[in-house]
Structure formats: C-alpha cells, structure tokens
Nanobody, 125 residues
Framework: QVQLVESGGGSVQAGDSLTLSCVASGRTYGKYAVGWFRQAPGKEREFVAAVSGSGDTTYYADFVSGRFITSRDNAKNTAYLQMTSLKPEDTAVYYC??????????????????WGQGTQVTVSS
C-alpha cells in the first residue's frame, strides 16, 4: 500500500512563500499523477494544482494566478507545491493525492485514490 506524507506547512505573513512536499512510500506501480487540494474551515475541499507522472503537464486552479508551481522529482518519489505571494485566503489544510497506476493529471478529487494526512498553511495579514 502506498502512503503519502506532506510536509512544509506553517504560519507565514501575507506575501511570504512556502514549499510543500509530498513523499510517496511503498509500491507506486510506475509513474503516477499527483494532485494538490486544500480545505479551509467551513468550506469544501477544492482543487489547487496537479502534475502528471512525468512532470511535463500541470494544471492550476484559477485562483492560483501564477503564484504556485507544482513539480516533482521522481527519483525521490516527491512532488512539490511552491507557493509564493501568499494571501490570507490561502489559509487551509493542504493535501496531496496520488492516482497510482496512471500518469495522467486531472482536477477532480474523485480521480485520486491515495491521500496524505494534510499540512496546515496559515497566512496572516
């Protein structure tokens, strides 16, 4: 069974940057897509970004507006979400998710079959 573990969250000021990591352990059955999602208090979980198994295709939610970049290092079984120009409205628990057995990245959370535990990102004004 594959496990995903996120790290890199924290409390920052508006305008600061954070980089989240998502490490997969176990049998991943080849290249797999990774999606990033977030859930703010009282809100539904929403799509943030996704990266294909090879890393050459990425998708972003409209609200990202060029502030976030997702990438991966397959040699380390690690995906990243670099977040810059953070805003208070970016405050949420961030999750990474994997679609094991498929390298295609998609935006729907139901597509992903493995989830990390989440990491808190808090942005103060």
């Amino acid at each position: 069974q594959v496990q995903l573990v996120e790290s890199g969250g924290g409390s920052v000021q508006a305008g600061d940057s954070l980089t989240l990591s998502c490490v997969a352990s176990g049998r991943t059955y080849g290249k797999y897509a990774v999606g990033w999602f977030r859930q703010a208090p009282g809100k539904e979980r929403e799509f943030v970004a996704a990266v294909s198994g090879s890393g050459d295709t990425t998708y972003y939610a409209d609200f990202v507006s060029g502030r976030f970049i997702t990438s991966r290092d397959n040699a380390k079984n690690t995906a990243y979400l670099q977040m810059t120009s953070l805003k208070p409205e970016d405050t949420a628990v961030y999750y990474c998710a994997g679609r094991f057995g498929s390298p295609l990245a998609k935006q729907s959370e139901v597509y992903y079959d493995g989830w990390g535990q989440g990491t808190q990102v808090t942005v103060s004004s």
